[in-house]
Nanobody, 117 residues
Framework: QVQLVESGGGLVQAGGSLRLSCVASGRTFSNNAMGWFRQAPGKEREFVARITWRGGSTYYADSVKGRFTISRDNAKNTVYLQMNSLKPEDTAVYYC??????????WGQGTQVTVSS
């Protein structure tokens, strides 16, 4: 059974940092791009960041560029999202996903990030 499990969310004050982790089990995703998405209350899920399978290329939403960093450790089947200079508008449930082909076919259950002002 394939699983993606996120962790590292929590409550933090504006300007603080959090590091999210996503551990994959059931299969390896070392040959797949991985992404982070988020969904705030009352809003649609939105793209946050993406990393190619070797980690050579990264992509970010404009809203997080310069503050968030996506990375991966294929030996640990883990993807990370380092979030710095957090803002209240970053409050959301954060999901990791594995891209198979053109679609993200595997999703985690999400981890809550709450940024207080």
């Amino acid at each position: 059974q394939v699983q993606l499990v996120e962790s590292g969310g929590g409550l933090v004050q504006a300007g603080g940092s959090l590091r999210l982790s996503c551990v994959a089990s059931g299969r390896t995703f070392s040959n797949n791009a991985m992404g982070w998405f988020r969904q705030a209350p009352g809003k649609e899920r939105e793209f946050v960041a993406r990393i190619t399978w070797r980690g050579g290329s990264t992509y970010y939403a404009d809203s997080v560029k310069g503050r968030f960093t996506i990375s991966r450790d294929n030996a640990k089947n883990t993807v990370y999202l380092q979030m710095n200079s957090l803002k209240p508008e970053d409050t959301a449930v954060y999901y990791c996903a594995a891209q198979i082909g053109v679609a993200y076919d595997y999703w985690g259950q999400g981890t809550q990030v709450t940024v207080s002002s």
